[in-house]
Nanobody, 122 residues
Framework: VQLQASGGGLVQAGGSLRLSCTASGRTFSGYTMGWFRHAPGREREFVAAHHWDSGVVDYADSVKGRSTISRDIPGNTVYLQMNSLKPEDTAVYYC????????????????WGQGTQVTVSS
């Protein structure tokens, strides 16, 4: 499985971005798709997860209510819509795939995309 993340950029506080993650090599069926972020000087942080087959989702408290994770089954793509962005959302965002159902643990994710930079200016 190869994951290609895109959609990052520079946005003002209060703005929105939609990140995309497309898989090649196989479908996401049977996987949990997760988004993580890594800011300088901080640990890699779970953001959101989507169990592909059931549609069940999970969000970190830091983004709950401001973000929506969704999937496009034919397009084999998972999205992370982020609204009301804050400067503390600035990070490199990674998508990842896991065979463990709806896990937040990075170690459970065996496939990772290359990351996309999100920068939120104040």
């Amino acid at each position: 499985v190869q994951l290609q993340a895109s959609g990052g950029g520079l946005v003002q506080a209060g703005g929105s971005l939609r990140l995309s993650c497309t898989a090649s090599g196989r479908t996401f069926s049977g996987y949990t798709m997760g988004w993580f972020r890594h800011a300088p000087g901080r640990e890699r942080e779970f953001v959101a997860a989507h169990h592909w087959d059931s549609g069940v989702v999970d969000y970190a408290d830091s983004v709950k209510g401001r973000s929506t994770i969704s999937r496009d089954i034919p397009g084999n793509t998972v999205y992370l819509q982020m609204n009301s962005l804050k400067p503390e959302d600035t990070a490199v965002y990674y998508c990842a795939a896991s065979r463990t159902v709806l896990t937040r643990a990075p170690s459970s994710y065996g496939y990772w995309g290359q990351g996309t930079q999100v920068t939120v200016s104040s």
